[in-house]
Structure formats: structure tokens, C-alpha cells
């Protein structure tokens, strides 16, 4: 009877110093070698209260997680500080058959989907680890590391891997508004690998634009979504792309509208940031259409080999720049700002 429960527990992602049932989880240990509370992530999620923690210990954690809306306030940290230490990994692609034959989708095939408001990630890595190579069988290739839907987000010395759409960061629904702010976090990926409609900083941030091989089109950094009446899209300050992408095979992104919605209408700025040789001269594009001329994309006082300015290149006037930093982004009507 005990050797059955044992499993069980292990089976669970629980070790055998879990709280006991019922009890307040307001600080949870996740560790894979069962020196902690759990040895999933999941299970830690599972157990941890509406502002509690969950501190993870350094490993390979193999699984898919969720975070559900009722999980308000929550922190999900690694707990040595350096985010490769820590690494939450699934490799399911939009065209992955489940067992019942079906596919995954986009949004299906996240490594991690997040919809807590107030949910803040420390020192860790969010990875989707499919490979193209390997499944040429599978030709919708989207494979999401992360997809969030909530409001007040923060993610801190984050790391995103992934190729084809790494990073989504959406809403709720459509008409509400998300924000979310990637402080000193790195990205990589290739086709449209930061992409939704959510109002998203990357403050600080790594970008590695992918080599996909191509002497002409190696991918797309975003693809926003944003609606029409929100000012406020994505915002790239202060940072860093890298690529090692031959010269002008990439662009800065494009504007997509979700089953062909006119009323999304993006808005990027990219603003103060080093780019690399990989970026085109002429660095936005249409998308399904629809002409990125009618979207709302925007340089300001960019650095590096890929930076320019031109016809196709609209630069933000300076008049402007200060209703487009960080703090104004996020502020909404509650003021919250989260910048430092």
C-alpha cells in the first residue's frame, strides 16, 4: 500500500515533502531531484496560492505548463539567477498530431501558456525545442515557447527559444488590454517569433534573429497584431539584435490581422536600438494583403550596420519620443509602472 501511494505521488510531480493537503502554499520548491516540493513545475503551480511563489531549482524540465487567470500575482523564479540554469521545455508545433489525430495549432503548441495577472518570471528559460529538420512531415512549423494572455506582467532576465512564433504575447480577447514588460530578457527565433496584440516592452533585451539559410529572407522579428484603438503596441528600447543572417535578409516585421481582422492594426516602434547587417534597407513588409504601409511601424534614433532611415523607414519625430517610452506604454489607466 505505501510503495502505491509513493508512486502516485511521484507520478504527480510531488515528492514526499509536499505540503499537506489543504494547506497555504504560499512559498513552493520545484526540484527534479526531489529535494523540493515537487518535481514538476507544473505541480508547483498547481499547489502554490494566488501570490505565492515558486522557486525552481536548476534542471531540464521536460513538460507543458499553464498558469490559469485564478493564479493572480504569482512568481515563478529560478533560483540561481542565471536563466540557462533553469529550462521549461515541450517541442509541439502547430501541426503536431495529438492522439486523437488532431493538431496542437499555434496557440496549442506553446511550451508555456500564462493568463495570471500580475504573473512575474525571474532567471529561467521558456524553450520549444521542435525541429524543422526532423519532421519534414509537419508543415505548419509555428512552435511556441510562451504565450501570455494577462495584464501586469513582468518577465526578468527571461530567456525565449524557440524558431517560428517564440514568443506570443496576447490578450485575453480581443478589445482588452494586456501589458507586458520584458526587462533584460534574451529572444531568438526566426519567422514572426515575437508576435499578438498585447502592449509588450522589451526594454534591454537580446534579440538573435535566426539563420534560416537564406540569401533573401531569413524571417521577421514581429508581427503585431494590435487593436485599432489602442496607441500602444510593441516597444523595442535599448536594446540589442543580433544576427549572423546574411546582410539584408531580414525585416524589422509586418503586420498581421488574424483571420483577416482590419480593425488590428500594429503598432511597433523600435527605438534606440543596435541592428545588425541582417536587417534590410527597407525593413517592414506586407503581410496576407494587407500593406504594412497602413500599420503603424516606426524607427527612432537606431545604432549599428542595419540602421537607416528613408522612405521606408518611418522615423518617429523627436517631438514624439516622449509619449513612447516604457513607462508611457504601460501605464494604463491604473499607472502602473514597473520600470527600473
Known amino acids: ?20 493537503a489543504g494547506a497555504a502554499a504560499t512559498n513552493v520548491v520545484v526540484a527534479k531531484d526531489g529535494s523540493g516540493n515537487y518535481t514538476t513545475v507544473q505541480a508547483g503551480i498547481n499547489a502554490v496560492s494566488a501570490g505565492g511563489t515558486i522557486s525552481v531549482k536548476p534542471g531540464t524540465y521536460r513538460e507543458v505548463i ?30 503536431t498530431k495529438k492522439p486523437d489525430g488532431s493538431t496542437y495549432g499555434t496557440s496549442g503548441s506553446a511550451t508555456a501558456t ?6 512575474t518570471a525571474t532567471a529561467l528559460t521558456f524553450r520549444n525545442s521542435f525541429d524543422r529538420k526532423a519532421h519534414p512531415e509537419i508543415t505548419d512549423t509555428q512552435a511556441v515557447a510562451v504565450k501570455t494572455t494577462a495584464d501586469r506582467m513582468v518577465f526578468d532576465n527571461v530567456t525565449f527559444l524557440g524558431h517560428q512564433d517564440t514568443l506570443y504575447a496576447d490578450t485575453a480577447a480581443v478589445g482588452t488590454v494586456g501589458r507586458q514588460y520584458y526587462r533584460a530578457c534574451a529572444i531568438s527565433g526566426d519567422v514572426d517569433f515575437m508576435f499578438g ?14 539563420d534560416r539559410g537564406s540569401s533573401s529572407n531569413n524571417g521577421f522579428l514581429t508581427a503585431a497584431s494590435t487593436r485599432r484603438s489602442n496607441p500602444y503596441g510593441f516597444l523595442i528600447v535599448g536594446s540589442k539584435v543580433l544576427s549572423s543572417a546574411a546582410n539584408a535578409s ?9 483571420s483577416g481582422d482590419v480593425d488590428a ?32 511601424f516606426a524607427e527612432y534614433r537606431n545604432t549599428g550596420p542595419g540602421a537607416g532611415t528613408g522612405a521606408d523607414r518611418p522615423q518617429l519625430p523627436a517631438a514624439q519620443a516622449g509619449n513612447y517610452t516604457a513607462q508611457k506604454y504601460l501605464a494604463g489607466g491604473d499607472g502602473w509602472n514597473p520600470v527600473h
Open 114 to 119: 500564462i493568463a495570471a495577472n500580475g504573473f
Open 66 to 95: 499553464t498558469v490559469p487567470s485564478a493564479k493572480t500575482g504569482i512568481s515563478l523564479r529560478g533560483t540561481t539567477g542565471n536563466a540557462a540554469d533553469v529550462v521549461v521545455d515541450y517541442n509541439n508545433a502547430s501541426g
Open 265 to 296: 492594426i500594429a503598432q511597433v516602434l523600435i527605438r534606440e536600438t543596435s541592428l545588425p547587417a541582417a536587417i534590410k534597407q527597407s525593413p517592414w513588409t506586407d503581410m496576407s494583403g494587407f500593406s504594412w504601409k497602413d500599420a503603424r
Open 197 to 210: 496584440r498585447a502592449t509588450a516592452v522589451f526594454d534591454r533585451a537580446t534579440i538573435t534573429a535566426l
Open 250 to 258: 531580414f525585416y524589422l516585421g509586418r503586420p498581421w490581422h488574424p
Open 1 to 20: 500500500m505505501f510503495k502505491t501511494l509513493l508512486v502516485a505521488s511521484v507520478v504527480a510531480g510531488a515528492s514526499l515533502s509536499a505540503p499537506a
